[in-house]
């Protein structure tokens, strides 16, 4: 077993860290908000003074954060940068969703030191987290991946090596524009349906049987009441929230610019997501796509 730091303990890391502790590992633990804190301590977590305590005798760090400016902030920028804290041996894992450029920049750097840094966001949202049943992407080296498998195995059933550095991030922005697209396309036909007198349940059952099965008919239909247990049958409560899918387009969008991949579909999920958030609904769910359409 080892001494994990894990660091930003948030809709996303929280559950992840408990399913850490609940592998047996030592973790010790920190987030900005105090709350956070006494959640893992009462699930056997260690609480740490600082993001440099819970780093300084680790041998993995983990670090689930919401941006890239806080990624490059906590390990190289800050007043007592993690990079200058950490162990020599120790494996750094930032499962945070950020642009590729600064996972490279961060991993560039910690690789200049003679660190193992690599990048593992996730997808699989907060009900994945809670069961340990998330995919990892990591850019990593075949090493490092290696020594990263065994620790994600605690947090996630699919753990893919997705290349060099980056290349998880890429991943990852990949499958969100995607997930976007198949979201709003969903709800663009049920509300279709539903506005020409069908039934939403039967309408699903339909296209679960046809050509247009999707994972979102499958496992997070977005008309309520039609599927038990997921964020529509709740108000839109819960879940990946609208905000993060517009940040995670905007990272898909800065990729499709730079390497000049033409991608109009994931733009115009982008602008119907803007739109919706506009409206005030930045803190429900992805899925609340659909009420774009009603309204």
């Known amino acids: 077993m080892a001494v994990i730091g894990f660091i930003g303990l948030g809709n996303m890391g929280g559950p992840m860290a408990i399913n850490v502790v609940k592998a047996g590992h030592t973790v010790k633990v920190f987030d900005l908000f105090a709350d956070a804190i006494k959640q893992l301590v009462s699930q056997g977590g260690l609480a740490a003074k600082s993001a440099a305590d819970a780093a300084s005798d680790a041998d993995v760090v983990i670090s689930m954060l919401p941006s890239g400016k806080h990624v490059e902030d906590l390990y190289v920028s800050a007043e007592?940068?993690?990079?200058?804290v950490v162990k020599k041996e120790a494996l750094i894992i930032d499962s945070s969703t950020i642009d590729a450029a600064t996972a490279k920049r961060?991993?560039?750097?910690?690789?200049?030191?003679g660190l193992n840094f690599v990048d593992a966001p996730v997808s699989g949202g907060v009900a994945g987290a809670v069961a340990g049943t998330l995919a990892f992407m990591v850019g990593a080296t075949d090493a490092?991946?290696?020594?990263a498998k065994s620790i994600l195995q605690s947090m996630g059933q699919n753990i893919f090596h997705a290349g060099p550095s980056g290349a998880g991030q890429i991943a990852?922005?990949?499958?969100?524009?995607?997930?976007?697209v198949l979201m709003a396309g969903t709800a663009e036909a049920l509300n279709m349906g539903v506005k020409n007198g069908l039934d939403p349940a039967v309408l699903s059952q339909i296209m679960l049987q046809s050509s247009g099965n999707n994972w979102v008919l499958q496992k997070y239909n977005p008309y309520p009441h039609v599927m038990e247990g997921v964020p529509s049958s709740n108000d839109y409560q819960g879940g990946f929230q609208v905000d993060l899918m517009y940040k995670d387009l905007g990272l898909a969008m800065d990729i499709s610019h730079q390497s000049g991949s033409p991608a109009p579909m994931?733009?115009?999920?982008k602008s119907l997501y803007a739109m919706h958030k506009s409206k005030g609904n930045g803190p429900l769910d992805f899925s609340s796509i659909m009420r774009l359409y009603q309204d």
Do not use: W, Y
């Open 266 to 269: 994931g733009a115009q999920a």
């Open 144 to 147: 490092q991946f290696i020594q």
């Open 172 to 180: 990852k922005c990949c499958n969100n524009m995607l997930l976007s």
């Open 80 to 84: 007592k940068p993690l990079f200058e």
């Open 106 to 113: 961060v991993c560039a750097i910690a690789d200049n030191r």
